[in-house]
Nanobody, 124 residues
């Protein structure tokens, strides 16, 4: 089992940046692909980005491509989502999640373990 804790959310003005981190427990963290999702009030949870076990492969939602970067440090059991050029429509609770095999499938039900989420609010 993997336990995930997200940090780094907050309030930022449009055009600003935030760095979210996902810290994982357990020695097997490097055996999981890790994704980021977000959920705005009244909306379904949507895929943001995913990174493979080694970090060699990444995939992004079109809405964040070119603005967000996902990376990982397996020695520190951490995945980071660097968010630049933030827009008000990026406002949501952001979650990290793990899956056994890397894929670009965006459905939340393809992921096994989830963190509790961190709030990101972008003001206009």
């Amino acid at each position: 089992q993997v336990q995930l804790v997200e940090n780094g959310g907050g309030l930022v003005q449009a055009g600003g940046s935030l760095r979210l981190s996902c810290a994982a427990s357990g020695r097997t963290f490097s055996t999981y692909a890790v994704g980021w999702f977000r959920q705005a009030p009244g909306k379904e949870r949507e895929f943001v980005a995913v990174i493979s076990r080694s970090g060699g492969n990444t995939h992004y939602a079109e809405s964040v491509k070119g603005r967000f970067t996902i990376s990982r440090d397996n020695a520190k059991n951490t995945v980071v989502l660097q968010m630049n050029s933030l827009k008000p429509e990026d406002t949501a609770v952001y979650y990290c999640a793990t899956k056994t095999y890397y894929s670009t499938a965006a459905r939340p039900n393809t992921y096994d373990y989830w963190g509790q989420g961190t709030q990101v609010t972008v003001s206009s």
